[in-house]
């Protein structure tokens, strides 16, 4: 189900909404919006020792489970200053970007209504800060590679498939 599916009235001039393809238009001002993807960042932050930074998510959706550290897009924000804020944010580190490694599809939490998530990741070196849990994180920790939390600890698909992948080395 499309985002914009239940929306009937247009929120600028109350006008009745004309609905396509996971698109809204009205045809009294001319407003338009789509159903797109949530655009989020996240980075694997590895540490001298070869060991990979995760963050459990302190709330819903996927309360207690283990999460590669970012967060959403706030609007007209630049991705990769985007990756820098939310990891200051989550970890109290300052990291700067490096590669990047994937974008991946999820969902924000579970039913119909919850939106799609559009996942960038990169790899990320720590520059500054020092790690303490905030914002949205309950706990920061480093995990080596044969250490990672299984697949049951981890909250969302796509963070299960970006941990396999560099688990197994990539």
Do not use: K, Q
């Not at 985002?3 to 004309?18: G, N």
């Not at 489970?65 to 939310?86: C, H, M, Q, S």
């Not at 200051?88 to 974008?103: K, Q």
């Amino acid at each position: 189900m499309a985002r914009v599916d239940r929306w009937t009235y247009c929120p600028r001039c109350a006008t009745e909404l004309l609905h396509s393809h996971e698109r809204v238009d009205c045809p009294a001002c001319g407003f338009v919006t789509h159903s797109n993807s949530e655009p989020t960042v996240g980075a694997l932050v590895v540490d001298a020792d070869g060991r990979l930074l995760l963050v459990r998510r302190a709330g819903d959706p996927h309360a207690g489970t283990w999460d590669v550290p970012g967060g959403f897009l706030d609007e007209a924000e630049a991705p990769l200053d985007a990756l820098r804020r939310e990891l200051r944010e989550e970890t109290g580190l300052e990291v700067e970007p490096e590669e990047f490694v994937a974008v991946l599809l999820d969902r924000y939490g579970a039913g119909p209504d919850v939106p799609t998530t559009l996942n960038l990741y990169w790899t990320a070196r720590v520059v500054g800060g020092e790690l303490a849990p905030g914002d949205d994180a309950a706990e920061a920790r480093w995990f080596a590679r044969d250490e990672l939390p299984p697949d049951d600890e981890i909250g969302f698909a796509n963070v299960r498939e970006i941990l396999r992948g560099w688990r197994e080395g990539g």
